[in-house]
């Protein structure tokens, strides 16, 4: 059996495209001259486009490597239907800042400057933006003219034909009937996880610089990737490579300049536990979820909160199957904003699910604990609240070392969930102490930053998180200073003097499997230290 050359290079690019590495498939086609023009289906291609899912149809035609030229009539399409919803933002991002468009620019000015027209107008009027046809038979013809020119095959054929060689070596008893499996593959990558050991970062790894006029307000890592997320001042939501300093290039919608974007400055990120999606609240209390490959938006909460968002997070999985449609469907948001309350608002539903009310300053955190029946929340009142996630009934509201405190307790900026422990949390305040408590709200310890105790110069903890293992709860001071407690001992000591000029530092982010760890200072830099090597 002969098998063509070019049939070889196409199950690479296959596989090179399913495992989102575009940039390596687009050098592997330019060199070898071989195209790799598929969606896995045509007729799901096609139904796609006629009944609008234009998410998944922009992928598609991503993934197929169709030619410019040939997504004009696409792209008109998106941008009206985008026109007729009044979502004018990527609308104007699409026809502004996309080949297809550039070259309709060029070759017709007239009907480039018809849709600038549509998008200019208070109100959307049908007849002028579809003329004598309808939108669907427009659907249907750009369906029909896309179809032509792209080919459907079976997915994951390279796997599929590897596995197949595999087992005809095992029954040849060329392999051991116990090795070479996905299984133990995923067992060693498993151990190789919890061989990890927690460390504090202590060694400056990159920094990322935002552009003149861009400050970071928010970050977040993506537990599946290398990707670090920033919410700047002006709206945008860009992905960075942590390692590098650089932004994500393998995201199509990065390269061509439309990045993710609110109306208002982002103020809360956070990744689901696949990484697959990406939230984010915006000062003018608007929550947005996006689908990271595409970057389009996956749902969106218009009235979460009647100002700003202060704080956002996905529930927690309770199935092994991250990547199931339906399971990720049945994830929610909670959310904490500075009109005091919280909520939780149905990923599938699209609606706000339940409110918890009781906060009498701005909320700064909210969690679910492991198995989401409770949402601890911390607030500027200085209490952490303990709620039942179904009744939204305040079971305990707290002020942690209230009695050391006197009339007034500082803010409560933080509540972190302790890897391992899941009956115990963290509660950073802005003062020079940090407490561990239980869920029912019961003081465990305390923690004081080192010299507090002795009279030194009084210096209030601005932020903190956990070491991945939950080994330790690192927190930055005023002074740009990384303290490092042990959770079980209390033992502190300084991790690291970070290269952030004294009170600038605004947040922190740590990587949910890494000893990486992500500042936010306002001088427009995000510097990540690392306390180990990163592959």
């Keep these: 059996m002969n098998i063509e050359s070019a049939d070889v290079v ?233 390692r590098t300093g650089k932004l994500a290039t393998d995201l199509a919608y990065q390269n061509d300049g439309t990045p993710m974007m609110m109306e208002e400055s982002v103020t809360a990120l956070a990744f689901s536990s696949s990484g697959e999606l990406v939230c984010s609240g915006a000062k003018n209390g608007k929550i947005k979820v996006w689908k990271v490959k595409s970057g389009l938006s996956y749902k969106r909460f218009s009235a979460a909160h009647s100002q700003s968002v202060s704080c956002v997070c996905f529930s927690n999985q309770t199935s092994n199957d991250d990547d199931d449609d339906n399971t990720q469907q049945q994830q929610q948001i909670l959310s904490g904003g500075v009109d005091n309350i919280v909520r939780i608002h149905g990923l599938k539903s699209g609606k706000m699910l339940k409110e918890f009310r009781g906060h009498s300053a701005a909320v700064t955190s909210a969690i679910f604990n492991h198995d989401n029946t409770r949402v601890l929340s911390t607030s500027e009142d200085g209490t952490v609240r303990i709620w039942d996630a179904s009744s939204a009934v305040c079971l305990h509201a707290v002020v942690p070392g209230s009695e050391d405190l006197g009339l007034s307790a500082p803010p409560a900026h933080t509540v972190l969930a302790i890897p391992g422990k899941p009956t115990e949390f963290i509660v950073c305040t802005k003062s020079p102490k940090m407490y561990v408590i239980d869920i029912n709200g019961s003081l465990k310890n305390a923690f004081t930053r080192p010299g507090e105790e002795e009279g030194g110069h009084r210096e209030e903890f601005l932020a903190a998180v956990v070491s991945p293992g939950g080994k330790f709860v690192l927190a930055v001071s005023g002074s740009s200073t990384l303290h490092c407690f042990s959770i079980d001992t209390g033992n502190a000591h300084v991790a690291a003097h970070l290269s952030i000029r004294p009170g600038c530092v605004t947040g922190i982010a740590q990587h949910p499997s890494l000893n990486v760890s992500a500042f936010i200072s306002n001088d427009r830099s995000v510097p990540v230290w690392t306390g180990d090597n990163v592959d």
């Design 10 to 242: 196409r199950l690479i690019e296959q596989f090179l495209r399913e495992q989102n590495l575009h940039k390596t498939l687009e050098v592997l086609q330019r060199e070898s001259g071989v195209s790799l023009n598929t969606v896995e289906s045509v007729d799901n291609f096609k139904s796609d486009i006629l009944r609008g899912r234009w998410d998944a149809v922009l992928t598609s035609v991503l993934q197929a490597n169709l030619a410019a030229e040939r997504l004009t009539d696409l792209y008109e399409q998106i941008i009206i239907e985008l026109a007729e919803a009044q979502d004018l933002v990527p609308a104007r991002a699409l026809l502004r800042q996309t080949e297809p468009m550039d070259l309709l620019r060029s070759a017709d000015m007239d009907r480039y400057l018809r849709l600038e027209q549509i998008l200019s107008r208070t109100s959307f009027d049908p007849r002028h933006a579809y003329g004598a046809t309808s939108k669907e038979s427009r659907r249907e013809a750009i369906a029909n003219n896309l179809a032509a020119h792209v080919h459907s095959t079976a997915s994951s054929q390279l796997l599929a034909m590897l596995g197949q060689a595999l087992r005809w070596q095992t029954e040849q008893g060329i392999l051991s009937a116990n090795t070479g499996s996905h299984g133990l593959f995923h067992e060693q990558r498993q151990r190789a996880q919890r061989s990890v050991v927690d460390r504090a970062p202590d060694s400056l790894l990159a920094t990322i610089k935002l552009p003149k006029k861009q400050h970071p307000n928010s970050v977040a890592f993506s537990p599946s990737s290398a990707y670090l997320a920033t919410g700047s001042t002006d709206g945008f939501i860009e992905l960075w490579n942590f």
